[in-house]
């Protein structure tokens, strides 16, 4: 039975919920004909709790939680038999001192925290945690009161530490090894430091904190389920189970037997090594210099980079420091959209290999070439996405909230992806392509709205879009994913908006610029690396007093500053104009255009220049002002009345007297109307009595 008063009231407030089947306890999305099971990353299978709770039957018994950011669930199996706590249990329970209930067996523990980690997927038993891509079955029967979700950072990575990732793994090594090789292999892990050894093997991708992707090639879902314990000297897997010490780490990762690693690492490190094989006193081969390719489920594919990459460095003439440059140039391009670094990191050190250079010479001096060569060099023109506005590259579009600027981007996506008219006026045919929006501030049903008001005869089959999708890091290899399946025709990637789509602060002191330039960057690299355009939607602070438009931005110029272009929408609330100004390294100068809303459909209309069109919106609206007035006016009541700067009024007055748009007699402005003809003639009497 579910106690429906016991789950927490923040949970029963998220639309996140699924049934779960009485005998297989599979979920199943709350609405349809419930005959696919629910996915746990896909938030259009979900519902809300109360709905879930009336669609309980003897079928469904059960409702589970979709676990997501900010949650995290500990899941801890039968550590409570018979109502008794085991040690392990009973200090997690009081050290994260959060949601608590029992399992349905009523042997198992769920604890529910917040974090700012959303990457977490341990499932090994008898302790399981999971930030993401899981349903848990919930109970509401709470354990020892404890009904409310604490946030537990901090108390969450000590328990990881001290119940995950510092269980040391039983060394796998044969079990008739000689006494003599038994010896060696002390001396090596007595030798090595673990740290030294993910070095010499370049890395492996491991972060700051000595977490990565484990390189036994399982499919780990973005997930840094690896790491080392330079202190103990051993590596764990948390998603395989996989661990060891150094001889190990240079089996997997290198494809060797248990003695050719120990002469691996005694080349390696300059350690005299005699080895014997087990029942043979024969030495054991030393390896060769050929880099060796890794033990994964994806052999083919690292082979097949491989010869990719050959096919690349024999296009050019690596004989010469120039033609080895060149070389070094395009196989670093093709490399840097291979999104594992694991894989990435050896066909670094595989590009090294083949052009005969070392780390330093590839890193660097390679890399250091002569203006005169740049001079030589033909440089593509720029890419456009729309011509003359929108380059290759990042892009920041900001204005006030409500101001239009989704509608004027979703416009954009539109014209891209159908290959139609983008402000209306510009043909997109030789610039259409694949656009990817992420309306992370709209709803489903908001957007198709708009969408049919923008697209009468159909929506475009190039345009792709979702509402939720993952923050921060996540968010970017969600992104390089669409881009890899749509490499030949991508064009342009949405994120409206900023604040939607960067990862949550940590709580830990950060530098603002430091924080803002290090969002941008991962996104503007990818758009350089990929050849496509990212514009971000974006915020104005309020209204200060600044000489200039793009310092009213939010944020620090570590926004400004790594974004290629920026961009401002302004316009009055309530008013059809707006202007859009934009600057940027690929412009030769900044632009401003005029826009109109067209009412009919929703796009936004490009009028023209923006000085321009306020002349001639200007001009208009004095002829219009002299039109209805029933004598002629002067300068200040002209300005008075549109609620126009004087000094400009009385310029586009005079401007506009001496290409005879309209008249002007002693101080006053009129045009030829019938209004006005005989106060004309009154002023022009006026004049004449006073001159006599």
């Avoid at 990929?530 to 974006?538: E, K, L, P, S, W």
Wanted: charged letters at 30%; aromatic letters at 6%.
């Amino acid at each position: 039975m579910i106690n429906v008063e016991g789950i927490a009231d923040e949970l029963k407030k998220l639309k996140q919920w699924v049934l779960t089947e009485k005998n297989t306890k599979e979920p199943y999305p709350v609405a349809g004909n419930r005959v696919k099971r629910a996915s746990c990353n896909d938030s259009n299978d979900w519902n809300n709790f109360d709905i879930a709770v009336k669609c309980l039957n003897d079928r469904f018994v059960g409702i589970a939680f979709a676990i997501k950011e900010p949650y995290a669930v500990i899941d801890l199996d039968d550590q409570c038999l018979n109502g008794n706590l085991s040690e392990m249990a009973r200090d997690i329970i009081d050290r994260l001192d959060s949601y608590t209930e029992t399992s349905m067996s009523g042997n198992g523990i769920h604890i529910i925290v917040k974090t700012d980690n959303n990457d977490i997927h341990i499932p090994q038993k008898p302790i399981e945690i999971y930030s993401r891509s899981k349903f848990m079955t919930m109970t509401g029967d709470i354990f020892e009161g404890k009904n409310t979700i604490q946030e537990r950072q901090a108390e969450l990575e000590a328990i990881i530490k001290d119940y995950v990732l510092t269980k040391k793994p039983n060394p796998k090594q044969p079990s008739n090894i000689s006494h003599e090789d038994q010896e060696i292999t002390d001396k090596l892990k007595n030798s090595i430091s673990i740290r030294e050894v993910v070095d010499r093997l370049g890395g492996l991708g491991l972060d700051d904190t000595l977490h990565g992707e484990c390189p036994t090639g399982h499919e780990s879902k973005g997930g840094k389920c690896f790491s080392i314990n330079a202190k103990e000297n051993y590596f764990y897997c948390f998603h395989c189970g996989e661990g060891g010490d150094i001889i190990r780490l240079v089996e997997i990762v290198l494809n060797k037997t248990f003695p050719e690693a120990i002469s691996w690492l005694g080349e390696q490190f300059n350690i005299p090594i005699q080895t014997h094989k087990a029942n043979s006193e024969k030495p054991v081969d030393k390896p060769s210099n050929k880099v060796s390719e890794p033990k994964s489920n994806k052999q083919s594919e690292y082979n097949q980079h491989c010869d990719n990459i050959k096919n690349i460095i024999g296009k050019h003439d690596t004989n010469i420091d120039s033609g080895k440059r060149s070389a070094l140039f395009e196989a670093e391009a093709y490399v840097k959209v291979i999104t594992n670094p694991n894989l990435s990191g050896r066909l670094w050190k595989f590009i090294n290999q083949e052009l005969g250079i070392s780390d330093a010479e590839s890193k660097v001096e390679l890399k250091i070439q002569s203006v005169k060569e740049l001079e030589k060099m033909e440089l593509p023109e720029v890419n456009w996405i729309i011509p003359g506005y929108i380059p290759e590259g990042l892009t920041l579009l900001c204005g006030k909230p409500k101001m239009g600027k989704s509608w004027l981007i979703l416009s954009l996506a539109v014209a891209i992806a159908s290959g139609g008219r983008a402000f209306g006026t510009i043909p997109m045919e030789e610039y259409q392509g694949a656009v990817l929006y992420l309306a992370l501030e709209d709803n489903v049903r908001r957007l198709r709205r708009r969408l049919g008001k923008l697209c009468p005869d159909g929506f475009p089959e190039s345009l792709y879009y979702t509402t939720d999708f993952d923050r921060g890091s996540q968010g970017i290899d969600g992104i390089k994913a669409w881009l890899d399946k749509h490499k030949e025709d991508a064009k342009l990637i949405i994120i409206d908006t900023l604040a939607s789509f960067r990862a949550r602060t940590s709580g830990k002191s950060v530098n603002e610029y430091d924080r803002d330039s290090g969002d941008l960057e991962p996104l503007q690299r990818l758009a350089g690396d990929y050849g496509v355009g990212v514009v971000i939607i974006h915020h104005l602070r309020k209204a200060t007093s600044v000489d200039d438009d793009f310092d009213t931005i939010s944020g620090t110029l570590g926004l400004t500053g790594k974004a290629d272009t920026n961009m401002i929408l302004k316009r009055a609330r309530r008013e059809a104009d707006a202007i859009l100004k934009g600057t940027g390294r690929d412009f030769d100068e900044d632009f401003e255009i005029a826009l109109k809303v067209d009412q009919q459909s929703g796009s936004w209309v490009l009028l023209g220049n923006a000085e321009d069109y306020q002349r001639s919106k200007s001009r208009q609206e004095i002829v219009d002002e002299l039109k209805t007035a029933k004598e002629p006016l002067t300068s200040k009541q002209i300005s008075d009345n549109l609620g126009k700067n004087y000094n400009t009024t009385r310029v586009i007055l005079s401007k506009m007297v001496a290409d005879g748009s309209i008249k002007q007699t002693g101080t006053k402005y009129y045009i030829n109307s019938i209004n006005n003809v005989n106060s004309i003639n009154n002023v022009n009497s006026i004049n004449s009595n006073k001159k006599t």
